[in-house]
């Protein structure tokens, strides 16, 4: 079955600078991708995903790559700012509709 | 419309009881699943079900049970409460496949203790 590696577990980075965190599969059937965010005490939410025909996608100040060759995407966020500060999951999903996640990572905006 | 709807929000067992959480969803999505959240170890996928009457075994499903007698419900039975079973529990709800790109949409969660 699938599984999903994600790195790092946290990261710190002043506001305004970028954040990069990084996920590998395992399925090389795996063909969708999507990334949710968890605010403290919340539920996950979607905040953008990428199929596997589509090498990057962009949403304003986020943006997914993807490298399906060597089975590895990632969530880049440009010009943090505080409310970035959350938990954000990678998944990967394969024809048995299982969207498996990977461990998180905690990311703090420092002032 | 009220989304995806999690009972209790938090509870309390004591080791070997039983208990049922519920989730319901009013969006009439065919695909709902159960995840757990431990700290260091994300979501994790329990069961899930792609429509009435179907369901299937996700990463950790030892220890619970699940049926899907309606599209809107789908709820999770621990049959024998172990301590390990302490965490959050996430239902989720997508109006189709999520191999074909459908957005989950996440209950609120239910905290339960098991003592």
């Known amino acids: 079955g699938e599984n999903v590696e994600q790195h790092p577990s946290t990261l710190s980075v002043q506001e305004g600078d970028s954040a990069v965190i990084k996920c590998t599969y395992s399925?090389?059937?795996?063909?969708?991708f999507p990334w949710y965010k968890q605010e403290l005490g919340k539920r996950p939410q979607l905040i953008i995903d990428i199929r596997s025909n589509v090498g990057e996608k962009k949403d304003q100040r986020i943006a997914v790559t993807l490298n399906k060759t060597a089975k590895h995407f990632s969530l880049h966020i440009t010009e943090t700012q505080p409310e970035d500060s959350a938990v954000y999951f990678c998944g990967g999903s394969n024809r048995d509709d299982k969207i498996i996640f990977g461990k998180g990572t905690r990311l703090h905006i420092l002032p | 419309n009220a989304g995806v709807t999690q009972t209790p929000k938090f509870q309390v067992l004591k080791t070997g009881q039983s208990m049922t959480l519920q989730c319901a969803q009013d969006m009439n999505h065919e695909y709902m699943s159960w995840y757990r959240q431990d700290p260091g170890m994300g979501l994790r996928l329990i069961h899930y079900?792609?429509?009435?009457?179907?369901?299937d075994q996700g990463e950790v499903p030892n220890g619970y049970n699940v049926s899907r007698s309606t599209t809107e419900d789908f709820p999770l039975r621990l049959l024998s409460a172990a301590p390990s079973q302490t965490s959050v529990y996430f239902c989720?709800?997508?109006?189709?496949?999520?191999?074909?790109?459908?957005?989950?949409?996440f209950g609120s969660g239910t905290q339960l203790s098991v003592l």
């Open positions: 989720a709800s997508s109006y189709g496949r999520t191999a074909a790109g459908e957005k989950l949409f």
């Open positions: 399925d090389s059937a795996s063909n969708y």
């Open positions: 079900s792609v429509g009435a009457g179907i369901t």
